[in-house]
Structures are given as C-alpha cells and as structure tokens.
C-alpha cells in the first residue's frame, strides 16, 4: 500500500488494481470497501475479476463497465491490472498503469489537501473510442441525503443489472429527479433507498453549460458529508448504483449493503461500449458517450470529507472561486472550505 498524509488526513493506495481502499478525514471514512477484500478464497478464485476482488474506495474504469467490442475486463485495465509508482512524497503520488489501454498510456496523481482528495488522469495516444468513469463508493448505515449540481435528465437503463431485484422502472427518461417504480410510485433520487434490498443504477445528465459539476451526500447515522467533484465538460454524466443487499451470489453474497456509488464519466449508463459507439438517449441531448483515443485527455476529479454543520439536510449551490469551495444549504446557510486553486483550470 502506498501511504499519503496531510493534517489530519490519511489516504492508502493499493497499487494492485488502482483503488483507493482508505481515506480518513479528522476520524471520518467517506469511502466503501468490498467485505471481502481480505478473504483468500475470494482472492484465489480466477473466476472473479480483480476488480471486484480488490474492490475499494474510488479508481478509474476505462472502458466503463462492459466492454463488448474488445472483450476487456469489466471496468478495463485500469480497474484490474497493477499501477507502478512512478514519485512519491508525503502527500502526493504518481502512478503509471503497467498495460495499454486500446495503444493508450494511462497515468494517475493522487494528492492530500486537508479534507481534500485530488485525482487527476492523463490519458495519451491509442486508437479507438472507449468510455471512462470514476468510480468512488460510499456506504450509509442508515441512508442518506443526496444533493446533485443542475442536471438536463434523468434515465433508467432498459436492462437491469440484477433481474428481479428493481425498484425503479427499466428504461425511463425523464426530466427530474424523480423515477417511476415497478410498484407504481416514483422515487425521489435525492433520497437513498435504505429499507429497500434492491439492486439499481440511474444516469444523471448534466445540465447545459455546466462547468463544475457534484454530488453531495449526506449520511444519517454519520452524521457528515462527502462532496465529489468533477469537470463536466469532461464527464457529462453521474451514474449512481444502489447496491443494497441485493446481489445474493459470490462474492456478495447479501452483504453488500448500504452502498451507494457515485459514478462520474463519459458513458451511456451502463448499456456498454458498444451502445456508447453508437447513437443513442444521450448523443441524441447533444451529450458525448465516448471520447476519442489519439489526442491526451485529463481527467480532473475531486472529493471532500466534511461534517455536517447542524440543520443541514440538502445542498442548493455549490461553487468554487479563488481557492474557495463554497457550499450553500437549502435553508440558505453557508460553508467555506479551502480548495487548492487551478485543480479545474
């Protein structure tokens, strides 16, 4: 494990597959792990990939989710295969992925600011078209609030990703935040489906002209919140997962609960590589799905571990100007954090 420090923070690295399995902010653990990560028959078995055998914390998934044009893992090499540390000092490491990813070379900067963790990838050279997305997970206790940056549509993909296990409707456009149900009702996205055993994924749009993009998530019975943040330009979608006890076969086995991921990238939902080569709900809104290997992309992400102040309980703004985060509650209350200039630039 590769181990960075700053203030009262501390970030793990596993350079085994590119995650980040522990992030500690003031005694706060804003991120997920897999319960299964230290059990050796799971880390034994060929047939599960190794992202899902390592998985952890946030890494980066290029392609995306399946990959049926090439035949690439799950997530792709950059959730499965090894990263080599390439410098490190005490708050800042640089990583380089041992493979190509369709000719493309991969880098990774993780860096410790206070109660920030900063994520930028350089993507260079390759042919092709491939999806990308951040993959940072979350776990509620007791559920949560969420809270989203302006968003065009939200979307329902037409398959599920566990079969019976469904609370929202399969394949639905809509306009808000709030998705029809098997069961008739509608679900309000900002609210996590804690009392449900469910297995689900949405696609969030971002909103026209939307430059900074995020996702606020309140936890109950933690009392604190976790912003992510990213360039929307560069990732015009936030797809959350609901994992929630749902999976019943190896190796989740029932237990992975309360988990919520918060899925940022260049994607259509997770339809595959192919349907994101093609047109579809998302070109049709004028949205990019894949971007173009050849040229260097960068990839700016960014998350921040914070307590909730009192009476919180959703987000209505939140801007970022001069070094300073500025977030803006519901009820008009304000909070300023400090966040390292040019990250977005």
């Known amino acids: 494990m590769?181990?960075?420090?700053?203030?009262e923070a501390e970030a793990l690295i596993d350079p085994s597959a590119g995650n980040i399995p522990h992030w500690q902010v003031s005694g706060r653990t804003p991120l997920h792990n897999a319960p299964w990560r230290d059990e050796a028959e799971i880390q034994d078995d060929p047939d599960v990939a190794m992202v899902d055998k390592r998985?952890?914390?946030?890494f980066l998934c290029m392609p995306f989710g399946r990959d049926d044009v090439h035949g690439l893992p799950i997530h792709g090499p950059t959730a499965n295969a090894p990263w080599e540390v390439?410098?490190?000092d005490v708050a800042v490491a640089r990583f380089a992925l041992t493979t190509d990813v369709l000719g493309a070379h991969v880098t990774k900067e993780?860096?410790?600011?206070?109660?920030c963790l900063l994520q930028t990838h350089v993507i260079d050279g390759g042919v092709g078209e491939v999806t990308f997305a951040h993959h940072p997970m979350t776990r509620m206790a007791e559920g949560g609030r969420l809270s989203f940056s302006r968003k065009r549509a939200a979307m329902t993909d037409p398959m599920p990703q566990h079969e019976g296990y469904n609370l929202w409707s399969l394949n639905q456009l809509r306009g808000d935040l709030k998705l029809d149900c098997d069961d008739g009702g509608q679900w309000d996205l900002r609210t996590y489906p804690a009392g449900h055993r469910v297995e689900d994924f949405c696609t969030l749009a971002e909103a026209h002209g939307s430059r900074l993009?995020?996702?606020c998530v309140m936890r109950n019975a933690e009392d604190d919140m976790l912003v992510v943040l990213k360039d929307a330009a560069m990732m015009p979608v936030t797809m959350l997962w609901v994992s929630n006890g749902a999976r019943?076969?190896?190796?989740w086995n029932s237990r992975h609960v309360g988990v919520l991921g918060i899925e940022d990238g260049c994607a259509a939902g997770g339809e595959g590589l192919a349907r994101a080569m093609e047109d579809n709900r998302l070109t049709a809104?004028?949205?990019?799905t894949v971007i173009a290997l050849g040229r260097r992309h960068v990839?700016?992400?960014?998350?921040v571990s914070l307590p909730r102040p009192p009476g919180w309980s959703e987000l209505a703004e939140i801007t970022l100007h001069g070094g300073e985060l500025q977030l803006r509650e519901m009820g008009g209350g304000t909070l300023i954090v400090p966040f390292p200039e040019g990250h977005f630039d």
């Open 2 to 7: 590769i181990r960075l420090a700053h203030g």
């Open 55 to 58: 998985l952890a914390g946030d």
């Open 86 to 88: 390439v410098d490190q």
């Open 110 to 115: 993780v860096r410790l600011v206070g109660p």
């Open 213 to 215: 993009g995020w996702t």
């Open 248 to 251: 019943d076969f190896p190796p």
């Open 285 to 288: 809104m004028g949205l990019p």
């Open 299 to 303: 990839i700016r992400h960014a998350m």
